[in-house]
Nanobody, 124 residues
Framework: QVQLVESGGGLVQAGGSLRLSCAAS????????MGWFRQAPGKEREFVAA????????NYADSAKGRFTLARDNAKSTVYLQMNSLKPEDTAVYYC?????????????????WGQGTQVTVSS
Protein backbone atom coordinates (compact mmCIF):
# COMPACT_ATOMS: atom_id res chain seq x y z
CA GLN A 1 0.00 0.00 0.00
CA VAL A 2 1.56 3.26 -1.14
CA GLN A 3 1.34 6.03 1.40
CA LEU A 4 2.28 9.66 0.90
CA VAL A 5 2.56 12.12 3.76
CA GLU A 6 3.09 15.81 3.12
CA SER A 7 4.51 18.29 5.58
CA GLY A 8 6.08 21.72 5.65
CA GLY A 9 3.13 23.94 4.91
CA GLY A 10 2.39 27.07 6.88
CA LEU A 11 1.87 30.80 6.82
CA VAL A 12 4.48 32.95 5.13
CA GLN A 13 4.66 36.51 3.89
CA ALA A 14 4.82 37.33 0.21
CA GLY A 15 8.37 36.95 -1.03
CA GLY A 16 9.15 34.28 1.52
CA SER A 17 10.00 30.62 1.11
CA LEU A 18 8.74 27.24 2.22
CA ARG A 19 9.94 23.72 1.64
CA LEU A 20 7.31 21.02 1.38
CA SER A 21 8.16 17.39 1.98
CA CYS A 22 6.46 14.25 0.73
CA ALA A 23 7.46 11.11 2.58
CA ALA A 24 6.63 8.00 0.57
CA SER A 25 6.29 4.47 1.91
CA UNK A 26 4.89 1.09 1.02
CA UNK A 27 6.82 0.50 -2.17
CA UNK A 28 10.12 0.97 -3.92
CA UNK A 29 9.73 4.23 -5.77
CA UNK A 30 12.54 3.91 -8.25
CA UNK A 31 10.09 3.52 -11.12
CA UNK A 32 7.61 6.14 -9.99
CA UNK A 33 6.85 9.68 -10.99
CA MET A 34 6.11 11.99 -8.09
CA GLY A 35 3.93 15.02 -8.64
CA TRP A 36 2.84 18.06 -6.72
CA PHE A 37 -0.57 19.62 -7.21
CA ARG A 38 -2.39 22.41 -5.45
CA GLN A 39 -5.98 23.39 -4.90
CA ALA A 40 -7.14 26.86 -3.90
CA PRO A 41 -10.62 27.47 -2.48
CA GLY A 42 -13.23 27.33 -5.20
CA LYS A 43 -10.75 26.19 -7.83
CA GLU A 44 -9.82 22.90 -9.39
CA ARG A 45 -6.73 21.00 -8.38
CA GLU A 46 -3.88 22.06 -10.65
CA PHE A 47 -0.49 20.70 -11.54
CA VAL A 48 2.58 22.30 -10.00
CA ALA A 49 5.56 20.05 -10.73
CA ALA A 50 6.66 16.46 -11.26
CA UNK A 51 9.87 14.47 -11.01
CA UNK A 52 10.95 11.08 -12.26
CA UNK A 53 12.36 9.39 -9.19
CA UNK A 54 14.88 7.28 -11.04
CA UNK A 55 16.53 9.70 -13.46
CA UNK A 56 15.50 12.96 -11.87
CA UNK A 57 14.09 14.80 -14.86
CA UNK A 58 11.48 17.36 -13.95
CA ASN A 59 8.51 19.27 -15.30
CA TYR A 60 7.04 22.48 -13.93
CA ALA A 61 3.86 24.45 -14.47
CA ASP A 62 4.47 27.91 -15.88
CA SER A 63 3.41 29.40 -12.55
CA ALA A 64 6.19 27.47 -10.80
CA LYS A 65 9.05 27.89 -13.23
CA GLY A 66 11.91 29.91 -11.84
CA ARG A 67 10.49 29.93 -8.30
CA PHE A 68 9.89 26.30 -7.32
CA THR A 69 12.43 23.49 -7.37
CA LEU A 70 12.03 19.75 -6.88
CA ALA A 71 14.53 17.48 -5.16
CA ARG A 72 14.53 13.91 -3.95
CA ASP A 73 16.30 11.99 -1.22
CA ASN A 74 16.42 8.33 -2.10
CA ALA A 75 17.63 7.26 1.34
CA LYS A 76 14.63 8.90 2.98
CA SER A 77 12.13 8.13 0.20
CA THR A 78 11.21 11.78 0.32
CA VAL A 79 10.53 14.34 -2.37
CA TYR A 80 10.85 18.04 -1.65
CA LEU A 81 9.27 21.09 -3.23
CA GLN A 82 11.28 24.20 -2.49
CA MET A 83 9.11 27.26 -3.03
CA ASN A 84 10.73 30.68 -3.23
CA SER A 85 9.41 34.15 -3.97
CA LEU A 86 5.97 33.08 -2.83
CA LYS A 87 2.96 35.12 -3.87
CA PRO A 88 -0.53 35.38 -2.36
CA GLU A 89 -1.86 33.49 -5.38
CA ASP A 90 0.23 30.50 -4.32
CA THR A 91 -2.11 30.05 -1.37
CA ALA A 92 -3.62 26.58 -1.61
CA VAL A 93 -3.60 23.09 -0.21
CA TYR A 94 -0.61 21.32 -1.74
CA TYR A 95 -0.86 17.61 -2.51
CA CYS A 96 1.80 15.05 -3.27
CA UNK A 97 0.89 12.37 -5.81
CA UNK A 98 2.53 9.28 -7.29
CA UNK A 99 2.17 7.00 -10.27
CA UNK A 100 4.13 4.11 -11.67
CA UNK A 101 5.98 4.93 -14.84
CA UNK A 102 8.39 7.35 -16.49
CA UNK A 103 6.33 10.08 -18.11
CA UNK A 104 5.98 13.37 -16.27
CA UNK A 105 2.22 13.65 -16.52
CA UNK A 106 0.55 16.86 -15.44
CA UNK A 107 -3.04 15.69 -15.23
CA UNK A 108 -4.74 15.04 -11.94
CA UNK A 109 -6.31 11.84 -13.26
CA UNK A 110 -2.92 10.50 -14.29
CA UNK A 111 -1.87 9.86 -10.70
CA UNK A 112 -2.96 6.90 -8.61
CA UNK A 113 -1.84 7.76 -5.09
CA TRP A 114 -2.35 10.94 -3.12
CA GLY A 115 -1.36 12.40 0.19
CA GLN A 116 -3.69 14.24 2.53
CA GLY A 117 -2.37 17.68 1.63
CA THR A 118 -0.66 20.50 3.47
CA GLN A 119 -1.91 24.08 3.67
CA VAL A 120 0.22 26.90 2.32
CA THR A 121 -0.94 30.44 3.03
CA VAL A 122 0.91 33.44 1.65
CA SER A 123 -0.03 36.81 3.11
CA SER A 124 0.37 40.06 1.21
Amino acid sequence: QVQLVESGGGLVQAGGSLRLSCAASGHTFTHYVMGWFRQAPGKEREFVAAINWNIGNQNYADSAKGRFTLARDNAKSTVYLQMNSLKPEDTAVYYCAARLGWTLYNGRDDYDYWGQGTQVTVSS
